[in-house]
């Protein structure tokens, strides 16, 4: 494995993996299942809200029985988390539990404020309790809470943060709670900001599977604003490999921005979305995609532009994106298509009734 100036690698034995369930947790915890390099146990925490599905890992549940243990408990829960890391001797959290949605933060901010910075402040405590048994929390954030950019420039790990939305500003508050901890108590941490992710199993509130869902429905594909607005996209395998880097070669006490090179306007991305499509699988109509695009009226605070500078995790850990925009869209596009009943219990909520008979609600 890699290491980066004197920082060694280490053996995590117990890793806590906070929201498994969702987009980015499964992806990671199915990604580092699959890599040989690691042998120790996960313990997966998630509340199961609304976008956490344990049908996402249900493979990896069953191949691996002895390295892997769902605990279906909320991170504001204190005595529960308290309980877990003393019961599987957690040694490493790797934190991607979060209220995510943007829109959701305006209707409901309290939510956010709950989860993202409140249930960071339990973990960060409950680690601090493990002593010396504890060996790294690593925090996955957004570049978000670095606000909005121009039409030139990239956000660095030394941007000053100018978070825009309940969600950034949770956001921004929890990265903040993390480096305290760091400089305080001597916590080791890393975090990490990415940029926005997309691949499999992502909840369909979100840009990219909204609008293929929405597509090969017919229904109208809606479009904030003008469209112009830009995002840096990174494929979330790409992401999984950036995390595993930095916890296992970061320095502790660091920030790694980390970005997928690919800044698409979100009107291109919908366009290219349709274009896929109807090469892939045409409407029955015969009618272009394109045709089903509406532009709606802007949502408070948008910001206009995101790019992430990765240069420092490229120059110190030596990673980069593999996958390009161009080709991990296509491979998105098609993962949806090919998952039709993973989609059809997202869409009618069949999974949620299956966790309430599971684990109760």
């Known amino acids: 494995m890699m290491t980066a100036g004197n920082q060694s690698t280490i053996e995590f034995k117990n890793l806590l993996v906070t929201g498994g369930c969702g987009f980015i947790g499964s992806n990671f915890i199915r990604w580092l299942m699959n890599n040989h390099d690691f042998s120790g146990r996960i313990i997966n925490v998630d509340s199961l809200t609304y976008a956490g599905n344990p049908e996402n890992l249900a493979d990896i549940a069953a191949d691996f029985k002895s390295q892997y243990i769902f605990q279906k408990t909320d991170i504001c829960d204190v005595a529960a988390l308290e309980a877990i890391f003393s019961r599987f ?202 045709q089903l695009i509406t532009f709606v009226k802007d949502r408070p605070g948008h910001d206009r532009r995101y790019a992430i500078d990765f240069s420092k995790i490229n120059r110190a850990l030596n990673w980069s994106p593999r996958e390009s925009f161009t080709s991990g869209l296509r491979k998105t596009v098609q993962w949806y298509l090919n998952q039709k009943k993973w989609v059809e219990n997202i869409k009618t909520g069949a999974y949620q009734q299956w966790i309430e008979e599971q684990y109760g609600s």
């Open 89 to 290: 001797a957690i040694d490493a959290v790797c934190h991607f539990a979060a209220e995510s949605h943007v829109d959701r933060s305006i209707k409901t901010p309290g939510d956010f404020i709950q989860t993202n910075i409140v249930g960071t402040f339990n973990l960060l405590e409950t680690a601090k309790a493990r002593g010396d048994q504890f060996k790294l929390f690593h925090h996955v954030s957004t570049d978000e809470v670095y606000g909005s950019l121009g039409a030139e420039g990239l956000f660095r790990e030394d941007t000053p943060y100018r978070p825009n939305s309940p969600y950034s500003a949770s956001k921004a508050a929890s990265d903040h709670l993390v480096r305290a901890y760091y400089k305080t108590f001597g916590l080791p941490a890393t975090i990490s900001n990415c940029s926005n992710n997309y691949g499999p199993y992502q909840f369909p509130e979100k840009l990219i599977p909204l609008v293929i869902l929405n597509a090969l429905e017919g229904k109208p594909l809606p479009v904030y604003g003008d469209g112009k607005n830009v995002r840096d996209w990174l494929y979330v395998e790409d992401h999984c490999e950036a995390i595993w880097t930095i916890m296992n070669a970061g320095r502790r006490g660091e920030t790694y921005n980390v970005g997928g090179k690919a800044e698409m306007e979100n009107i291109v991305i919908v366009q290219m979305i349709c274009d896929i499509l109807d090469d892939i699988q045409p409407a029955r109509d015969g009618k272009a995609r394109r």
